[in-house]
T-cell receptor
């Protein structure tokens, strides 16, 4: 199947600093990628839809100025958590779908962010 | 934020037994469903999918059943193995074009050797 690669897999940062997470589609082009957040023992919650060449669409309650998304190419979307605080500690996962129709979504390996 | 004390439903089975994991969905417009397996610290891994024009689909050791009348989805795993231990999520989508999946709450499967 298609491969989505996410980096880094783990990051620890100090409160107040910013962290960038990369999501790459390795063998297909993705004009749309999705960013999810997952807290322990919970399901995946959609944060935002990343659109190549245009602004991201954020879900209700997700601060766009805090979670900056850039989708500058057809194979790369980045999520930057700005001025991170301990409550931002979570598991962040990206996904992308090859093609234009609703088919299986492929997920990155996830990034465990710990803010200390 | 995080819900303190929230626990995933857990299904515990013996190795070799069959497992059935259930999922209820709420959007009657959903027409595409996927089951994912998530191991600790990893992203979801595709298991099997089904579209709404079908009520059953089989893969290798797995079967997905869809009951649109009661908006219910199930995943059956035959001859469950210790490597099947993980959290299983159902996900749904609808319409054409790319939309984000909506995930169910998940079930933890524990396989006892």
């Amino acid at each position: 199947g298609a491969v989505v690669s996410q980096h880094p897999s783990r990051v620890i940062c100090k409160s107040g600093t910013s962290v960038k997470i990369e999501c790459r589609s390795l063998d297909f082009q993705a004009t749309t990628m999705f960013w999810y957040r997952q807290f322990p023992k919970q399901s995946l919650m959609l944060m935002a839809t990343s659109n190549e060449g245009s602004k991201a669409t954020y879900e209700q309650g997700v601060e766009k100025d805090k979670f900056l998304i850039n989708h500058a190419s057809l194979t790369l979307s980045t999520l930057t958590v700005t001025s991170a605080h301990p409550e931002d500690s979570s598991f962040y996962i990206c996904s992308a779908t090859p093609g234009s129709e609703n088919t299986e979504a492929f997920f990155g390996q996830g990034t465990r962010l710990t803010v200390v | 934020g995080e819900s303190v004390g929230l626990h995933l439903p857990t299904l515990s089975v013996q190795e070799g037994d069959n497992s059935i994991i259930n999922c209820a969905y709420s959007n009657s417009a959903s027409d595409y469903f996927i089951w994912y397996k998530q191991e600790s610290g990893k992203g979801p891994q595709f298991i099997i999918d089904i579209r709404s024009n079908m009520d059953k689909r089989q893969g290798q050791r797995v079967t997905v059943l869809l009951n649109k009348t009661v908006k219910h989805l199930s995943l059956q795993i035959a001859a469950t193995q210790p490597g099947d231990s993980a959290v299983y999520f159902c996900a749904e989508n609808w319409g054409t074009g790319r939309r984000a999946l909506t995930f169910g709450s998940g079930t933890r499967l524990q396989v006892q050797p």
